[in-house]
């Protein structure tokens, strides 16, 4: 890492968390997302790489309720109206695949009401 240029540190560690997760090391795949996503707050694109890395490979600790609470996370840092909007539509195709339907409910009343929250400002 010492040898790459500063830039190309969050590219090699999301390839490389990609790659533990494919090869079952869910829970060191973990620390390396949860520490990018800390570490590169304004990237977004991070959140999404997560997210769908959860949904495909899926995680045996904690399972469903792990992809909502990381949707949940995603969604209350500070984000424009198009990547909430984004971020909502991946969650209501998760929880129609997966979920039931008053998970869906659930969803479409909170993008609801944050985009009546984001109306209001």
Not at 22 to 36: A, H, K, Q, W
Not at 69 to 84: D, H, M
């Amino acid at each position: 890492m010492q040898a790459l240029p500063q830039d190309q540190h969050k590219d090699i560690i999301s390839q490389f968390a990609k790659l533990k997760f494919r090869s079952g090391d869910s829970e060191r795949e973990r620390t390396l997302c949860e520490n990018l996503v800390a570490t590169f707050r304004k990237k977004r694109d991070l959140y999404n790489m997560f997210l769908d890395m959860k949904i495909k490979y899926g995680c045996e600790d904690d399972g469903k309720e792990g992809v909502r609470a990381l949707f949940k996370r995603a969604l209350a840092e500070k984000a424009s109206t198009r990547q909430a909007k984004a971020l909502f539509k991946k969650w209501l195709g998760f929880e129609k695949s997966e979920g039931d339907e008053k998970s869906v409910e659930n969803v479409t009343r909170k993008a609801k009401e944050i985009c009546e929250a984001k109306e209001g400002e």
